[in-house]
């Protein structure tokens, strides 16, 4: 197994990496004269393409030390210690940087690129996989620009991005492009089938709701409540008859958003909350009295532990705008006679129950509904007013 098996339906990224992996190790190991690095990369491609997949087996690859390269074995076998400490998310010279905050900022930008313009420490290079570098505020992609466009000679950047305009141009002009694709639904299912050992029918239920979403199809495969959650929003269509069906369904839509948030926060908050108090002096146990000037420590962690909430609220919401989204795409198709292809086949006489009653304009103006919410999600529109006036838009024909 190497580290490209996880990298799935995107031959010509695994091609691209590996041929720039055995370049960078003739670099290392031999001054590779006449080779050329790239320090910086900018991998995009639709959510579930496997962007930071790609970006971690690349980083694997740079980072392997199997004995079998000097026998002409490509880097990346996926079992030395290089590869495996990469994998696994331990290694001493990959930070992998995913914010489960609503953006990255200057500050933590700073940090990453002082820890860049070090050495290796054991490994062959100092390498940053940032993969969630569409969320970088505009103060901190430009300090992140001055590393990118300059970078020590054994330093790596990798970023990812579900576009190439969610890069400033200023930085994507400065990396080596890698465009993924979304895989085939063929694809998701084998590899759910292969390495998660997901019943093969039940695996391509999945890929072919997800529509090729890797992530996505595996949280479904592997968690029932998800499941559970899914088939409720797919049902949200039949529901929205009256105005208020339309308002009962936005605030459960948004309340399930909440509970998740929620869950999130139950399983960590505390944990975090008790470890500062700890670390700052303050005896185990809540009851405790707080040292003198640590309040403002104490309530920079609330606000950050409230954003991660916020965070979270939105990306539940997202993936039941998805969802929907995807659940108009398959009445549009049976409107045009090819209801075949539909991906949501649980739901089946509902999609075909809406085609008949509605016409193709219909449905696109139903799908730009669902999008504007997304974008109104963007915009910190409140939850509950954006999914309120969502609902009613796909009730109105």
């Known amino acids: 197994m ?5 990298v799935v339906g995107q031959t010509h990224v695994v091609a691209e990496l590996s041929a720039a992996a055995a370049d960078a190790d003739a670099l290392v190991t031999s001054g590779g004269a006449g080779l050329r690095m790239t320090h910086a990369w900018l991998f995009t491609g639709p959510p579930g393409s496997g962007r930071s997949t790609a970006a971690r087996a690349f980083a694997a690859a740079l980072q392997c030390v199997s004995p079998d390269r000097a026998l002409g074995a490509a880097p990346g076998c996926g079992f030395c210690e290089g590869c495996h400490t990469t994998l696994i998310g331990t290694h001493a010279d990959v930070e992998f940087v995913r914010t489960d905050l609503l953006s990255i900022g200057v500050k933590d930008t700073r940090d990453l690129v002082r820890r860049a313009s070090l050495s290796p420490a054991v490994g062959r290079w100092q390498v940053i996989v940032l993969e969630d570098a569409d969320r970088l505020t505009e103060g901190a992609a430009n300090v992140l620009l001055k590393a990118v466009e300059e970078p020590a000679p054994r330093t790596v950047w990798l970023l990812c991005t579900p576009s190439v305009e969610d890069a400033l141009p200023t930085i994507r002009s400065r990396c080596r492009l890698l465009s993924l694709r979304t895989p085939s639904d063929e694809a998701v299912a084998d590899v759910l089938t292969r390495r998660d050992g997901i019943d093969p029918a039940l695996a391509a239920e999945v890929a072919r709701a997800t529509q090729g979403h890797i992530g996505r199809a595996r949280r479904l495969a592997t968690d029932e409540s998800a499941r559970e959650r ?98 108009y795409r398959d009445v549009l198709t049976v409107q045009f ?16 129950q809406i085609a008949a009653t509605s016409r193709p304009e219909h449905s696109l103006r139903r799908i730009e509904a669902v999008l504007a919410c997304r974008d109104a999600l963007d915009r910190n529109v409140a939850p509950l007013l954006a999914v309120e006036a969502l609902t009613l838009a796909l009730r109105t024909p």
């Open 337 to 352: 006679g090819k209801g075949e292809r539909i991906a949501n086949t649980e739901v089946a006489e509902g999609i075909r």
């Open 230 to 327: 899914r088939a409720a929003v797919l049902r949200l269509p039949m529901r929205v008859t009256d105005v208020g069906g339309c308002l009962r369904a936005a605030q459960e839509l948004v309340d399930a958003a909440a509970e998740d948030a929620k869950a999130v926060a139950e399983g960590t908050d505390a944990k975090e909350t008790e470890e500062l108090r700890v670390a700052l002096g303050a005896a185990a146990g809540g009851g405790s009295r707080m040292p003198r000037g640590t309040a403002g420590a104490m309530k920079e962690l609330a606000d950050r532990q409230k954003r991660r909430s916020t965070r979270t609220q939105r990306d539940s919401l997202d993936l039941a705008l998805t969802d929907l989204a995807a659940f």
């Open 2 to 6: 190497t580290v490209w098996d996880d």
